[in-house]
């Protein structure tokens, strides 16, 4: 079958990027041949220090692969060189963003989901 190595490495990316906690959207800004991608938050709440509609990665797919595993490494670093339990600790930081916001968004109204959902 033609380009199914190219549909498996789409959907390992697909899977790297969801464990990583974002998703692929299209690139909305300066692409003339739409051949680039955009990595976001998976949810409004995966990456709780960015903002809904961050674009933490804008290129190729091959660009995306390279840039993920950049943050794998810089992880498995943390985890050898730093702190062992770095992943512990990580997981209760961006739980602790995610109270803060919570709080925040209690405290002054409620805010949807509409910046969010432009990349659905």
Not at 20 to 43: E, I, S, T, W
Request: net charge neutral.
């Amino acid at each position: 079958m033609a380009g199914w190595n190219a549909i498996k490495q789409i959907r390992a990316l697909e899977d790297r990027a969801h464990k990583l906690g974002m998703k692929f959207a299209p690139y909305r800004h300066d692409d003339y041949n739409a051949d680039n991608v955009a990595l976001v938050p998976c949810y409004p709440d995966s990456l709780p220090i960015y903002t809904r509609d961050a674009i933490l990665f804008a290129g190729s797919l091959e660009g995306a692969d390279k840039f993920m595993e950049g943050v794998l490494w810089a992880r498995e670093y943390d985890r050898m060189v730093v702190d062992r339990n770095i992943d512990a600790k990580r997981v209760r930081k961006e739980q602790d963003e995610r109270n803060k916001q919570l709080m925040k968004t209690l405290k002054d109204g409620v805010v949807t989901n509409k910046d969010y959902e432009q990349w659905d």
